[in-house]
Nanobody
Framework: QVQLVESGGDSVQPGGSLRLSCAAF????????MAWFRQVSGKERERLAA???????HYADSVKGLFTISLDNAKNTLYLQMNSLKPEDTAMYSC????????????WGQGTQVTVSS
């Protein structure tokens, strides 16, 4: 079984940076691929980035060059470094895990809120 716990969400001014963390507890077979999603009220959940334990990463066009995903195999922790934050980045950010980056993400954290405003 897998449990995911996010942290690092906060309120920040435009142009600021945050690093989100997602600690994974349980077997590593089902957390071979981990990803970050975000969702705002009334909109579809957006997949931002994914990383697998072989070092492969994938990014949505909306965050390329701005956000960096990394997966620390030794710590079983996923990170999302977010720079140059804008008000439109305000959302609930959640991490998810799967045995395959192209498969179904069966495990989800509770989410951490990121708010970007002046």
């Amino acid at each position: 079984q897998v449990q995911l716990v996010e942290s690092g969400g906060d309120s920040v001014q435009p142009g600021g940076s945050l690093r989100l963390s997602c600690a994974a507890f349980g077997d590593t077979y089902n957390t071979y691929c981990m990803a970050w999603f975000r969702q705002v009220s009334g909109k579809e959940r957006e997949r931002l980035a994914a990383a697998d334990r072989a070092g492969n990463t994938h990014y949505a066009d909306s965050v390329k060059g701005l956000f960096t995903i990394s997966l620390d195999n030794a710590k079983n922790t996923l990170y999302l470094q977010m720079n140059s934050l804008k008000p439109e980045d305000t959302a609930m950010y959640s991490c998810a895990a799967s045995g395959n980056c192209y498969g179904t993400f069966n495990y989800w954290g509770q989410g951490t809120q990121v708010t970007v405003s002046s």
